[in-house]
């Protein structure tokens, strides 16, 4: 039997249709949903993507036939492991967690955040992180209904540990957020200040550590030793952007109570499978966080000679500030196939700009793009 077609709605009725959703929409949603905004993506088919810190490497022939021969086994007809202990287990050793830590699995780390989020979203007590800093913290606070409490970083980015202190003292934040390597800057700040912060604070401390390949700095050794400490890595900037893989750390009487807020098998089979495979030979991915680490150094070295304000970065990217160019750089850059970060409209960062680090032959494709645009 043939496929039947729909009626193609005129425009007229389509207005009409939109006007009474948009009425039924503002009797139904929340406020904060209806004036927010989604977490936007830009195409990149064609382009060199430096825009979004993933690991520009492959995978060796070798191990990609091996891979794909483990996900053989993978029953697709049937829900995924609720609790994947293997995986659970391997994690723990990738990530040096102290075994007795409890650990919560999302779709990546930003579902774990969406979940941080919704735990305390009844409160009424802020979100509080540095500014700027990873945007999924403000955006989640305002879908979620809570209000989002930004403490400036200092003129050359930096921690204001002071004034980091007082905020949340003014604000009684349910949960503070510290991205370790910082997001967009590359920062590291110092380890005695979040120490200070986790000590001073009257709610959860999540340290966010997305960047710990590149850092190869961690504070999961102190799990346990503050009682609301918690730890968040993602397996995507290692190389496994596409499994959508994050983890949460910290004390079981703690992680028991947000895996309640986790949906149920939202690991799919095929990311668990591959997440323990990928984690059982990890020297390839450890060997290419060392060439990101290498290019990423190059790279810095190479646009300081031009004269350009960059940030040194313990991450995977390099922020940079062009006064007075930064749109007209991103624009000419695009136009020769690379597509970077762009921080127009920005508040603080209009004139900056982000580079993820790729592999040599793109970094220098961007250095001698931007080199012909200054």
Known sequence: MPIQRLPVLDKETMKDLDSTIRMLQGRLLRPELLQGAAYSVPRSEGLVKLDSMENPYDLPDEMRWKWLESLSEAKLNRYPDAHPDLLLE????????????????????????????????????????????????????????????????????????????????NCSPSIVFLDWPNNPSGRLFPAEDLEAIIEAAPGLVVVDEAYHAFSQQTFASRLGQYPNLLLLRTLSKEG????????????????????????????????????????????????QAAQIREQRDWLYGKMLELGIRVWSSQANFLLFCLPGKAATVDSGLRKKKILIKSFTGHPRLSDHLRVSIGTRQENEAFLAALESLL
């Open 240 to 287: 496994l952007a596409g499994l959508r893989l994050g983890f949460l750390a910290g004390p079981r009487v703690w992680t028991e109570q947000l895996d309640k807020l986790r949906l149920p098998y939202n690991i799919n089979i095929l990311t668990q499978q591959s997440a323990l495979f990928f984690l059982r030979h990890p020297e390839v991915l450890a060997q």
């Open 90 to 169: 391997q994690i723990k050793l990738h990530g040096d967690i102290p075994p007795e830590m409890g650990l919560v699995l999302g779709n990546g780390s930003d579902e774990l955040i969406q979940i941080l989020v919704a735990a305390v979203a009844g409160t009424g007590k802020p979100i509080l992180a540095a500014e700027p800093s990873f945007t999924m913290y403000r955006l989640l606070a305002g879908h979620l209904g809570l209000p989002f409490v930004g403490v400036p970083l200092d003129s050359d980015l930096r921690l204001d540990r002071t004034a980091f202190i007082e905020a949340m003292k």
